[in-house]
């Protein structure tokens, strides 16, 4: 199979000069989960009631599979968020060639519920990569999956990147309670490529018994059942 490619165009000669290419965000896996026991408490056993071997999330392939998926544009430069006596901050950086920071009218967003501890004015990241895809493809662009000390939330959002020319900016809301500097390097947004497809859905009320005997013959394996039989190894360099 042929693999496609993504690529990453700064929207300026000087920003490829100086800001630090997105990456594989299999290279910015998050401390927590690289520090995380495949088995609780670093112990490895078998529980006597199912036969299975106790294993953590750290086993769990879905989790590792989005983890770990597509592309990761970083934070070109330190970010520092003041908090002002009136709730507000006054963000600043030093970057001379881009603009780190802009923020949206309340009136754009007025009827999202923002959650309570993150603070209701909408910033955005500015973004110095033009982002292409080969044609058909798209991408999504999430919060760092599992990244949970982030002091910000992105607005996800799907361009069809294959398409448009210009870099895409990234909205997202500030945790209330932080101040200080986000500092540069940080992971600001994943993206994933995927191929456009048109889709239709079917439900059924009925169990298709021929899912069965795929389980059972999974069940042989006291462990790595989805990895030895379901899933799919996924490339992304």
Not at 34 to 54: C, S, Y
């Amino acid at each position: 199979m042929k693999n496609q490619k993504i690529k990453f165009y700064p929207s300026e000669n000087i920003h490829g000069q100086i800001f630090d290419p997105p990456v594989p965000t299999k290279t910015l896996i998050p401390k927590w989960y690289r520090d995380q026991d495949t088995h609780p408490e670093g112990k490895k056993f078998v529980i006597k009631e199912t036969g299975n071997v106790a294993v953590t999330i750290k086993a769990c392939m879905p989790v590792f599979d989005i983890i770990t998926a597509g592309y990761t544009i970083t934070l070109p430069g330190d970010v520092n968020f003041e908090k002002l006596e009136n709730g507000e901050f006054d963000v600043s950086w030093t970057v001379n060639h881009l603009q780190l920071i802009e923020s949206h009218a309340r009136a754009q967003y007025d009827k999202h519920g923002t959650p309570e501890e993150y603070f209701p004015i909408a910033y955005k990241f500015i973004n110095p990569w033009i982002i292409q895809t080969p044609p058909g493809y798209s991408c999504l662009f999430i919060q760092p999956s599992l990244q949970d000390t982030l002091p910000f939330q992105i607005v996800p959002a799907i361009v069809d990147t294959d398409k448009h020319p210009q870099a895409i900016n990234f909205p997202f809301f500030i945790r209330k309670d932080f101040e200080g500097i986000i500092p540069t390097g940080t992971p600001i947004v994943q993206v994933i490529p995927f191929k456009r497809d048109n889709w239709e859905h079917e439900s059924f009320t009925e169990f298709n018994p021929k899912f069965q005997p795929e389980w059972e013959k999974a069940m042989r394996r006291i462990r790595h059942r989805y990895k030895a039989y379901f899933r799919t190894i996924k490339k992304w360099e």
